[in-house]
């Protein structure tokens, strides 16, 4: 009874480990979801979608193809990512995406047409944060990251005077 019971333990084991590739890709995190494309690649596919949305508004198109155009560039904001003001705005922009998508429900094409173009200016206007600033890269940079990478930086985690 003991030699079958090892005799099971061990076909089950040898099954599990054949049947998953020894060379197939570990993803960690959220890192596999996403980050495809560099964030201007993001930014560009991006606004060519909303850009998509809106000739289908001017061209009359079912609700439906229009929601999906919306909801396909809020999908491909999640590419753009670099740092966190970019984030931020990034989040700021996405929300007149979702301003436009519920007008669109509403039947509101003028209101969602207004809210398309301002979310793509909004959207081309990331580009030109992509870049962090010496002012927000010593915002963000912290001694411990300091310490991992061997530099030395006395602006660090400096935080502005306020007096």
């Known amino acids: 009874m003991k030699l079958l019971k090892s005799a099971a333990v061990a076909t089950t084991l040898a099954l599990s480990l054949g049947s998953f590739p020894a060379t ?29 949305a809106l000739i289908a508004i001017n061209d009359k198109a079912d609700d439906d193809v229009v929601i ?7 999908k491909l904001s999640k590419e753009i ?27 509101d094409s003028v209101k969602a047409t207004e809210l398309l173009k301002e979310a ?20 963000q940079q ?8 061997g530099t030395v930086d006395t602006e660090a985690g400096a935080r502005a005077s306020t007096r």
């Open 120 to 139: 793509e200016t909004r959207f081309s206007d990331l580009k030109g944060m992509i870049d962090l600033t010496q002012a927000d890269r010593k915002s």
């Open 81 to 107: 990512n670099a740092n966190d003001k970019l984030d931020r705005n990034r989040n700021r922009a996405n929300d007149y995406l979702k301003k436009a998508r519920t007008a669109v429900h509403e039947g």
């Open 24 to 52: 197939a890709e570990i993803c960690l995190g959220m890192a596999c979801m996403y980050n495809r494309m560099t964030p201007a690649e993001g930014i560009d596919a991006t606004v060519g979608q909303i850009t998509k």
């Open 142 to 149: 912290t001694n411990l990251l300091n310490r991992i990478t």
């Open 68 to 74: 999906n155009d919306i909801k396909e560039a809020l």
